[in-house]
């Protein structure tokens, strides 16, 4: 089974309180496809300019991602720049220059169109919605977004939700989304615009599934997976795309989909983003092993077992 996922791919300058780093690798879809390439085939469309060269590009054919619908365009690469020192939960935005992504007109390679599982990482909701519309055939659609495109872009962001079947935001996007308060209620109103799955991400708290309630496998009860308490956060950035890629890799890795399969992807979600948070940008991902996942995945059963 392959995920194609549209969004950005990046250079980012990130400050927390164990260091800096200058115009590291980062994009949401690039955490998204590492994490997720643990799991399945991953297939990347974005845009990157004239500074992504064989370093980064590197990053993906080390994990086999197909970036043959990453087009190479005159100028730079979307870069972001924040910072974490006031609170490891959320980043603080200092800079975000759109750059090459600013006139994207995003093309889908033939090879692609048979992806059954299509994920519209963070990105202007525009493109997001183009790549939803050329590509029909996908069975699950997922999606991210944030403050940014909520704001901002409220109108085209309400049309990509109509085209979703999860929705994987936090929660301070969630209740920013239902300008609702309280958790439970933003959720259900967020639930009324589209997704029949919302997958609310908590940091350092772990993630919450809501449902609309279904005649399939997705309307099932609200369901909790914890993080895994860790003694040091390095950098919390790309977490949440870490924990889409885990949860929406483990879902297209299987034969099919029920009630228990979304469970167990909500720990997989979990396991992926502990991982991404432990070292800067993509280091840690990048350094990664299939045992040390199924390793951590037995610690998170420990954790919440009761017998
Ligand atoms: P997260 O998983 O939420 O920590 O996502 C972090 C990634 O999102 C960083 O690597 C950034 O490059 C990327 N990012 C930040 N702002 C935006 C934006 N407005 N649109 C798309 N991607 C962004």
């Not at 609309?212 to 308490?229: E, I, N």
């Amino acid at each position: 089974m392959a995920i194609t996922v549209v969004g950005s791919v990046a250079f980012d300058s990130i400050e927390t309180p164990a260091g800096r780093r200058e115009r590291c690798l980062g994009g949401a879809a690039t955490h998204f496809s590492l994490a997720a390439s643990f799991f399945c085939d991953v297939r990347v469309i974005a845009v990157v300019g004239e500074d992504f060269g064989p370093e980064q590009e590197a990053v993906f054919k080390a994990r086999d991602i197909d970036i043959r619908g990453i087009e190479r365009a005159k100028g730079k690469s979307f870069f972001w720049a924040g910072s974490y020192l006031d609170n490891l939960n959320e980043a603080k935005t200092q800079a975000t220059e759109l750059n090459v992504f600013g006139s994207f007109q995003p093309k889908i390679p033939e090879a692609y169109r048979d992806s059954e599982f299509l994920f519209l990482a963070n990105i202007d909701p525009v493109l997001q919605r183009h790549v939803r519309e050329a590509m029909p055939k996908a069975k699950l659609v997922a999606g991210d977004t944030m403050n940014y495109w909520i704001k901002d872009h409220r109108p085209a962001l309400l049309e990509v939700l109509k085209g979703l079947d999860i929705l994987l935001i936090n929660d301070t996007e969630t209740r920013m989304l239902a300008d609702k308060s309280n958790l439970v209620q933003a959720a259900r109103s967020v639930l009324t615009m589209g997704p029949r799955m919302l997958v609310v991400k908590h940091g350092e708290y772990g993630a919450t599934a809501f449902h609309r309630a279904t005649p399939d496998g997705l309307g099932a009860k609200t369901f909790r997976a914890p993080a895994l308490p860790l003694e040091e956060v390095v950098d919390p950035t790309g977490a949440g795309d870490s924990f889409a890629g885990g949860f929406f890799g483990y879902l297209a890795a299987q034969p099919e989909l029920t009630p228990g399969s979304f469970r167990r992807a909500m720990f997989y979600g979990s396991v992926m983003g502990s991982f991404a948070v432990e070292r800067f940008g993509t280091e840690r991902l990048q350094k990664l092993t299939h045992q040390e996942i199924e390793e951590r995945f037995l610690l998170f059963r420990e954790l919440t077992h009761l017998d």
